[in-house]
């Protein structure tokens, strides 16, 4: 879910189901994290604005280990510019990787009751 304007838009996420993919959970680095824009810097990093250097909004940290809102046409710049999954996989099979996507969907459903 997504929290209120007074949280700065804090993401909270539930569970992460990889079934049967070999699909690293970057997304829950992100969990808790206030959303930051170009103009507005809610990260963690003292030594970088994220949302100014990765060109958009996005839950950062200490910038990212995912990031869907990044411009596709910015992932020549380097394996963190784009639309980026920082991929490693809880049982080693693979090493770790920075993929570079080329579109991604976020769903966020309602939660009622909270």
């Not at 250097?53 to 950062?60: A, D, E, H």
Request: net charge negative.
């Amino acid at each position: 879910s997504v929290g209120a304007e007074e949280e700065d838009f804090k993401l909270t996420i539930g569970a992460f189901e990889s079934g049967d993919s070999e699909v690293f959970d970057a997304l829950a680095y992100h969990n808790s994290k206030p959303f930051s824009t170009y103009d507005r810097d809610n990260s963690q990093y003292e030594y970088a604005h994220c949302g100014n250097k990765y060109g958009g909004g996005w839950w950062f940290g200490r910038c990212h280990h995912a990031l869907l809102t990044g411009d596709p046409s910015t992932a020549h710049e380097s394996k963190l510019h784009g639309i980026t999954w920082y991929n490693k996989t809880p049982r080693g099979s693979q090493p770790k990787e920075w993929l570079s996507l080329t579109h991604a969907v976020m769903m966020i459903r309602p939660t009622f009751g909270q």
